[in-house]
């Protein structure tokens, strides 16, 4: 059975910083591209970052470039949503995102497998 647990939202002030965390199990975590997707009150989920199975492509929301570091570690089944310089627009709940894939899609309907969210809520 594939799970996808993320980790480490919360409440934080505008300019602060927040490391997510998503640990995989049940998948053969280095043969999957990886991503963080976000949902605020009211709009579509949208694509944050994506990082492939070997870390070498990734790519980024315009909105978060620069402030947002999205890694993985294979040997431990992670990936990682560093976040800093957080802005009240980043405020959604962030999903964590598998797909069986060579690349980074930003394409939602191509994810396989999806974690439960977690909410990050930066106040001004």
């Known amino acids: 059975q594939v799970q996808l647990v993320e980790s480490g939202g919360g409440l934080v002030q505008a300019g602060g910083s927040l490391r997510l965390s998503c640990a995989a199990s049940g998948v053969t975590f280095s043969t999957y591209a990886m991503a963080w997707f976000r949902q605020a009150p009211g709009k579509e989920r949208e694509f944050v970052a994506g990082?492939?199975?070997?870390?070498?492509?990734?790519s980024y929301t315009d909105s978060v470039k620069g402030r947002f570091t999205i890694s993985r570690h294979n040997a431990k089944n992670v990936v990682y949503l560093q976040m800093s310089g957080l802005k009240p627009e980043d405020t959604a709940v962030y999903y964590c995102a598998a797909e069986r894939g060579l690349g980074v899609t930003y394409n939602i309907v191509e994810y396989d497998y999806w974690g439960q969210g977690t909410q990050v809520t930066v106040s001004s």
């Open positions: 990082i492939n199975w070997s870390g070498l492509s990734i």
